[in-house]
């Protein structure tokens, strides 16, 4: 029975790939045979994509003649165009064109469309894969109801300075993380696959290295060796690859002196050579152009030049190819086959799209008006919201706070705010007002009737006016509990948000140490798109909770924790710095050769005299109602071969009698090797649910390929030696054992 069903298994996977080469084969004639009929101004009007004329995520640009080049086939693409009216008003001009090339919209599509979703570092909190694609899934199934084809997002840069703005748009410091995320959520996006009309196309962003700009200023330079880069950096962007992800978008930075927009090592040679990826490149908005300001280009017809040889399809907003490349290919300067290859991969994918069939598959308007108040889609966003909170500290079990409470009273900015909880790149609708849940709103609605609920809003965010604090403090004295609120506004983080400075903001703390004071059981809830510098906050109050930006069911989620109706399960994806003289500071940096082996090591050590070692949270912090214990680690074996594999195992005990959620870590470190390796790094990680008392054992397997690293030729091997294994609750906190690979 088993040969009958692996036969079975194996017949429908060889047909399946007989029906998608079959299917590509007739795309790529169907390209082919197009392109044979175009002339070279419309082969690069697919390469042209302009901004809507109705709104702009970058500085706003018109196009008197928008209508007209449509007509012309002069445009491949636009972005900010959604709605189904819009986008079939637009449609509608394209097949005026003489081939009737459709024309693709793309949108910014971060963290949700109409249904707002935690910002992707929340997220990526979660370590929940699952519930992240699910996420990426719902605003696909809204964005393309809304007559959208393609999102730019995923945002996989790798980021360990939260002094960047964009690190809210990513998943965190950790490569290992970062890729599998970067899966799950190109998988949501693209959902069935291309042409699917509840799905859209993914666009893995900002290739590359856009995170590790220096000093976290955005758009600022980038300078590593290719060792770092391919280590660290490139992985997310190949498990994109690998995912499937449709288009890849450049990055604004240089890399080593070379604009990512005109590289040709990481377009040509890595991305379309080494990995083979089928899609188109887009570049970022107005990066062909602005290698002019980085002193790459001379003039925006070199600049079109320069990226189109290094294999940048598609110029978003620049118009360096619309108005200059025909010029560039009669010069010779340019390739023909340049121009054919970035077109034939633009064309293939409005063909998988089925655009060719159907211009306004996307344009259902029906479909639209069911998907824009879908309520599952709200019980999507509530579960990844919750899963996204982190709890950094709960002294004497000050939560879960009791429904029965006979007053509460709720202080701060954020108790009512709405669209403060969307955070950066959300949409902002007309009945915002009603659909977004509140703090105060959520909370309501577990209590009791008889539990008074009590309100002061203490200060603003940034203000420094303190003349609210006396109205706070007797608010505060007034009731048996206190939920204070603080953080960032929604646009404080974010792209052009880098700060120097990432203290709250305000006299927010000094609101905090004024509670705080009051003895009363007291829970601190910082919302923020990065992580903040909070010193005191952390060393004084009772309980904190990190809640980021939570998105339209905020409150309901917050809600969920502070009652225990979820218990929190979320580990930070980035280390938490005491100051900004630390930064940057993540958990897997190398090995020097004065090490300090502790805070009072530092004599002649690699450490500052005035500053702990360590991070205030480290990377994978995160506690939970419940109690966790580790037994030992037990190894299969104390040493295995290549095309061998070892299984470490650790018993998990809930000691409490809450049932709770933790994320079980599991880290290497290589002993001796060709070249400096890290501290330690993470190489797997398992959710593991747990009633009271229970027990569970947890198994991790490791191979040779586990170990792989670039060495300094950039070969990704592996060497025999010792190595430790980890395993625990967070990077600083792990069982220990050793074994050897043969």
Known sequence: ???????????????????????????????????????????????????????????????????????????????????????????????????????????????????????????????????MEAGARVAAVEASAAGVHWTFAPMVDI???????????????????????????????QGNGFGDTASVMACAKHFAAYGAAVGGRDYNSVDMSLRQLHETYLPPFKAAVDAGAATFMNSFNDINGIPATGNKYIQRDILKGQWKFKGFVVSDWGSIGEMINHGYS????????????????????????????AALVKEGKVK????????RRILRKKFEMGLFADPYKFSNENREKTQWNNPQHRVVARDIAKKSIVLLKNEKQVLPV???????????????????????????????????????????????????????????????DKTGFAEAVETARKADYVILTVGETRDMSGEAKSRSSI?????QEELVKEIVSLGKPTVVMISAGRPLVFNWTADHAPAILYTWWLGTEAGNAMADVLFGDYNPSGKLPMSFPRTEGQIPIYYNHYFTGRPAKNDSDRHYRSAYTDLSLYPKYAFGHGLSYSSFEYSE?????????????????????????????????LYIR?????????????????????????????????????????????????????????????????????????
């Open 1 to 131: 029975m088993i040969r009958i069903a692996t036969l079975l298994l194996s017949v429908c996977f060889i047909s399946s790939l007989a029906a998608q080469t079959t299917a590509e084969k007739r795309i790529d004639k169907s390209v082919d045979s197009l392109l044979k009929l175009m002339t070279l101004d419309e082969k690069i009007g697919q390469m042209n994509q302009y901004n809507g004329p109705w709104a702009a995520t970058g500085p706003l640009t018109n196009e008197g003649n928008l209508v007209g080049q449509i007509k012309e086939g002069k445009v491949g693409s636009m972005l900010n165009v959604t709605g189904v009216k819009r986008t079939r008003e637009l449609q509608d001009l394209a097949m005026q064109s003489r081939l009737k090339i459709p024309l693709l919209f793309g949108q910014d599509v971060i963290h949700g469309f109409r249904t707002i979703f935690p910002i992707p570092l929340g997220e990526a909190a979660s370590w929940d894969l699952k519930a």
């Open 159 to 189: 980021a360990r300075d939260p002094r960047w703005g964009r690190v809210m748009e990513g998943a965190g410091e950790d490569t290992y993380l970062g890729s599998l995320i970067a899966k799950a959520r190109v998988k949501g996006f």
């Open 298 to 325: 001379k003039d925006n017809k070199e600049a079109g030049m320069q990226a189109a040889n290094a294999g940048s399809d598609m110029d978003m907003e620049s118009r360096s190819y619309i108005q200059h490349l």
């Open 336 to 343: 023909m086959a340049v121009v054919d290859d970035a077109v």
């Open 402 to 464: 009791s429904k029965q409470t006979g007053s509460i009273a709720l202080i701060g900015p954020f108790v009512k705010a709405k669209s403060d909880h969307l955070g950066f790149w959300s949409y902002d609708w007309p009945d915002d007002s009603t659909r977004i849940v509140s703090l105060w709103d959520g909370v309501k609605s577990k209590v009791s009737a008889q539990t008074k609920m009590l309100y002061a809003k203490g200060c603003g965010i940034t203000e420094l």
């Open 503 to 507: 203290q709250l903001p305000g006299v």
């Open 633 to 665: 680690i037990q190894l299969s074996a104390p040493a295995f071969h290549a095309g061998q594999s070892l299984t470490a195992t650790v018993s998990l005990t809930n000691k409490s009698k809450t049932a709770g959620t933790e994320t079980v870590q």
């Open 670 to 742: 290589d002993i001796t090797a060709s070249v400096v390796r890290p501290v330690k790094e993470l190489k797997g990680f398992s959710q593991v649910t747990l009633a009271a008392g229970e027990t569970r054992s947890v198994s991790f397997t490791l191979t040779a390929d586990d170990l792989r690293f670039y060495n300094d030729q950039l070969q990704y091997i592996y060497e025999p030696g010792k190595f430790k294994l980890f395993i625990g609750t967070s990077s600083d906190n792990v069982k220990e054992a050793e074994f050897e690979l043969k």
